[in-house]
Nanobody, 123 residues
Framework: QVHLVESGGGLVQAGGSLRLSCAAS????????MGWFRQAPGQERKFVIS????????YYADSVKGRFTISRDNAKNTVYLQMNSLKPEDTAVYYC????????????????WGQGIQVTVSS
């Protein structure tokens, strides 16, 4: 069982940057694809970005291409989400998730999830 804890969220002005971290514990996640999802008030949770187990492939939602990047440090069992040029519409609860032996495809059904962390972008 993998336990995920997100950190690094908060309030930022439009145009600013934040870096979210997601630390895994329980077992190594080095064979798992990792992804970030977000849920804005009144909306469904949506795919944002993901990375394959070996960081060889990444997938992005169109809305974040060119602004968000994902990376992972398997030695630290941590995945990161760097968010630049933030917009008010990026405001949401961000969730980290893992897919055992997954490729990180946006359509994958992820196996385990963090509790989520709030990101608020003010205009």
């Amino acid at each position: 069982q993998v336990h995920l804890v997100e950190s690094g969220g908060g309030l930022v002005q439009a145009g600013g940057s934040l870096r979210l971290s997601c630390a895994a514990s329980g077992r190594t996640f080095s064979s798992d694809a990792m992804g970030w999802f977000r849920q804005a008030p009144g909306q469904e949770r949506k795919f944002v970005i993901s990375i394959s187990w070996n960081a060889g492939r990444t997938y992005y939602a169109d809305s974040v291409k060119g602004r968000f990047t994902i990376s992972r440090d398997n030695a630290k069992n941590t995945v990161y989400l760097q968010m630049n040029s933030l917009k008010p519409e990026d405001t949401a609860v961000y969730y980290c998730a893992g897919k055992s032996r997954g490729l990180g495809l946006p359509s994958d059904k992820y196996d385990y999830w963090g509790q989520g962390i709030q990101v608020t972008v003010s205009s």
